[in-house]
């Protein structure tokens, strides 16, 4: 188990679709990542925490770069 995996001591089920499991599949070949669930643990780790340095309030152009951050990641169409 991962360094970051072994910290948490729950789990839950998320369903993501099959195509985007397929692309995280390649993203990840040759990298740190273990796992899909590793690689979608840590994209959203990322996103939370740019979100939480923010007062919670996002303006329309940050909040179109977080679409467009996601879109490249394939998570959104």
């Known amino acids: 188990m991962d360094k970051e995996r072994k910290h948490f001591t ?24 273990e796992t899909v669930s ?9 996103v939370l925490e740019e979100t939480e340095e923010e007062e919670g309030v996002y303006s329309k152009e940050d909040e179109e770069k977080v679409k467009e951050r996601l879109r490249a990641l394939g998570y959104l169409d």
């Open 38 to 46: 590793d690689y979608i643990a840590y994209v959203l780790r990322e």
């Open 10 to 33: 729950e789990f839950t089920d998320v369903l993501v679709p099959t195509h985007i499991v397929e692309k995280i599949k390649k993203r990840i070949q040759g990298t740190e990542f």
